[in-house]
């Protein structure tokens, strides 16, 4: 499961549900389902960010197997690294 980290709410979303792919060819933020479509899809519980932490984030995503794809650029952004 690839997984982002929403720009809108810091919810952890898959790339397939909360339209990813789309609003990064588009160039607008990455945001999950509920943000991005009203409502959350329902297949797995909706997770913030701070439950497993900026460093277990940032291991996922040096993983480069897809576990998460944004973390590095999220909290850049948000003056967290």
Known sequence: ???YIC???GSI???ALGGYWKNL???KPVMCSECNFGN???EFPK???SKYGVKQLLEWEKR???SMINATE???RKGLV
């Open 1 to 3: 499961m690839s997984s």
């Open 7 to 9: 720009e809108k709410c």
């Open 13 to 15: 979303e898959n790339t």
């Open 25 to 27: 060819r588009d160039k």
């Open 40 to 42: 959350w899809h329902g």
């Open 47 to 49: 997770e913030h960010w």
């Open 64 to 66: 480069n197997d897809g």
């Open 74 to 76: 999220y909290f850049h």
